[in-house]
């Protein structure tokens, strides 16, 4: 476990292009948590907020060529060994995995702020959307572990 956002989506990286620089922001969502966690939920928020269609999660193979990027990645800047396809496999289990628990995270969330927030958002119907596709991709998720 490490610190992560827990909520890596497009409204929350701030590009400052006169000093070439990104900035995460919304930080009080951020707490110790698993990094394929982070990524799940990065995959989760493809489908959007205001207008959801969960047909845009990405497909296998464009998980298998994000995840291997990022791991090549952080490999080179830890001056690690090569990517093998086994660590690449065992990273996009780990993430589906995790996005099921987002799922249920923002479903939840959502069921809260249905009973105490003031914002102007269906936050009961949000949940009704997310807790239903943790139920519909459960079980092709759980086949992947």
């Excluded at 951020?30 to 990065?42: E, K, M, Q, S, V």
């Excluded at 099921?100 to 809260?112: E, K, M, T």
Aim: glycine letters at 6%; charged letters at 25%.
């Amino acid at each position: 476990k490490q610190w992560y956002q827990r909520r890596v989506r497009v409204g929350n990286f701030i590009h400052n292009s006169s000093k070439q620089s990104i900035s995460l922001i919304d930080y009080e969502y951020g707490n110790t948590n698993y990094l394929a966690f982070d990524i799940g939920n990065h995959f989760a928020e493809y489908a959007g907020v205001d207008d959801v269609d969960f047909n845009r999660y990405p497909d296998m193979d464009y998980q298998r060529g994000w995840l291997r990027h990022y791991l090549e990645t952080v490999n080179q800047l830890k001056n690690r060994g090569p990517v093998t396809d086994e660590d690449v496999e065992n990273l996009l289990k780990e993430v589906n995995f995790f996005c099921l628990c987002a799922h249920i995270w923002w479903g939840i969330w959502a069921i809260f702020q249905t009973l105490n927030s003031d914002v102007d958002f269906d936050f009961a119907d949000y949940s009704k959307m997310k807790l239903g596709e943790y139920f519909k991709r459960k079980e092709e998720f759980f086949d992947l572990i």
